[in-house]
């Protein structure tokens, strides 16, 4: 795919770990602040000063929408998110299963999943980074993890060789 | 229904093991707010003030504010309140770090510790279930290996760690509650006091929210103090990316960095201690507490070689390479203070501060002391083990490994300074208020912070009244740092507006940006509650006579507000504020008369039924 559309783009290099976009997650979701409900989640890599957001990368090919057996995960056609119909959904959580990436959830207290939907198009967490590490930004689909992208596909390139 | 509070708390008796969950007194709630305050009634209405520290009869709390787990800017702080060793006087240690919103997502906004366990033990707190936890396997273990085994051991991601090391396990006098590996509940001594509680470490994870009564207007409150933040140059540019470290040159070229026991106020190559050398050199990344826009968090890493340099071979986990700090109290206390101007020193002995668990502010004073005591012969080698003079980085990473753990002489410098002049005759050698040594501003030549530190309630201390802002940085207007004039009622308007920041749950440092007429609606909103300025600003002139009146029964009185001889009477000798000496005599009597007490220091009735305390 080659169209240009607005993405998430996360440059793990500008986080510096404060976890304002999971509050602002969670505020969206729950009008409260409860991290453990946000759909963007950040990994802290003690002492290595190391800081990764990371969220649904909203997958051309998507596996959770594959995987769901009613049919419950729906494509936005204004922003591309793979969106969780709730009235749909059943609460099976074979789409948490089927995502590579860990980033379709499920909530106990609804008995639905729930993932990321871009927020209609005005992402909270990307308003709420204060050092610009989560951008709401125009790119080239398939490019949103920046230049961690490129270090990615090198090292799958590498495997393939069957280097390390 | 509460918002911003949770409403329960947690009340855990280590003798028995016992555990109770009870609503918070809301009352007490709405007219102390959090953190400090609520947590500082609790103390009160619970304590007799004249018990040993150290023994089972002393509570430890941990607070959190209103606003501490919401997406408030810097909204990560919990405060520590007891009776602290090194002082004797009630403690408020704060920290950032993820601890306290943590503990506030589990459901609870204080934690109440009493008595003392049988055994080592460790607290795991997972929402509702709440368990004591053998603690042998990692009693003796620094910080950061106590963090890791129990996160190991709990196994489920996402635990919060606050914790002692090898320093509050032997009751150093100044040793700190660890969080977050890195970030420290830090003076007075509450880390010794959770070790005399047999208590190594609090895990904390919880999964709940943090309700809030306005969840609209709340969050655009926030975004505007935040948008503040981000465009104040201090906040936004000078803390990100120097860290409080930008401080070194500023204070030392003005004349206010004490050096070598408070002997000179400016220390020749300060630059090489200073913020900008250590992000042109050392500085990996900044780091964020949680929901911070500031992340002044300084992680640095030593090259091999330089790292070489200061090997400490006796506790092998102790030799690291990487970490995080120092900050400016770190550097000032063990840098300027010490006479030294090694960087990678400072570095060294920071890290192992942080990893045993003690403050670096007290630990570097107390061997400044000591270097003077040294080197003007009462002091010698049998008596110290090594030579401690001043600029010897050799001395200060040895000592602050043998004050951790209590061996040779550290053993004497983990007293703190107060105790150790005393032992060797020369009190006047003890640079410091109530037993607790100052911070890295001098307050001959800034007198605000004299009266700040000398009225201060728990001993020495910067972060009760920062008239720094106003003397050096203009905020929120320019004042002179030489006058007297008008300083009584500058530091109480400080102090007073600190204590209101110290119980929302808030960072002080958001301060360099942002005023109490910002924080007030995310207060209000907050909360629900219809706070305006004045009745906020009461509610921190509240929580200080609180403070006061604890401390006078437990035996203090208008004779502890001083300082020592040598700011009174030994000037300054050189820079811009060259011959000046504290004047704080000229400004105590009108401090007293502003606060509503009498001219010997006590609140009068009138006071405190105006402020319901009567």
Redesign the interface.
Known sequence: MTDSKRILRIIPDKCTGCMQCELACSWVQTGTFQPARSVIRVNIFDELASYAPYTCFQCNEAWCMTACPVNAIAINPATGAKVVLDEVCVGCALCTIACPFGTVFYNPDTHKAFKCNLCDGDPACAKACPTGAIEWAEAPLGEWVGPWAEQINASYQEALKGGV | MLYGWTGTLLRIDLSTGKVAKEPINEAWARDFLGGRGLGAKYLYEEMDPRIDPLSPDNKLIFATGPLT???A?CGARYMVITKGPLTGTITTSNSGG?WGPQLK?AGYDLLILEGKAERPCYINIYNDTVELRPAEHVWGKTVSETEDLIREELGVPGYVIACIGPAGERLVKFACIMND?HRAAGRSGVGAVMGSKNLKAIAVR???????AD?ENF?RSV?GA?KIL?ENPVTGQGLPTYGTEILVNVINEQGFLPTNNFQMSQMEGAENISGERLHDTRL??????????I?C?R?TKLPDDAAAKYMVTTHARNWKT???GPEYENAWAMGADCGIDDLDALIKAGWIANDLGMDPISMGATLAAAMELYEKGVLNDQITGMPLRFGSGAALVAMAEKMGYREGFGNELAEGSKRLCDKYGHPEFFMGVKGQEFPAYDPRGLQGMGIGYATSNRGACHLKAYTVAAEVFGIPKKVEPAATEGKAELTKIFQDATSVVDATGLCLFLTFGITLDDILPEVVYGTGIEYDAASVMQVGERIWNLERLWNQKAGFSGKDDTLPRRILAEPITSGPAKGQVSKFGDMLPEYYRLRGWTPDGQPTASKLIELGLL
Not at chain 2, 206 to 212: E, P
Not at chain 2, 284 to 293: G, P
């Open positions: 787990g919401t997406n800017s993820h997502f590996k919880g999964t709940g929210s943090v309700n809030v969840p969050m975004w935040k981000k990996v990344a900044n780091k964020a507490c949680f929901a911070c826009t992340a968090g992680v990487a970490g995080e």
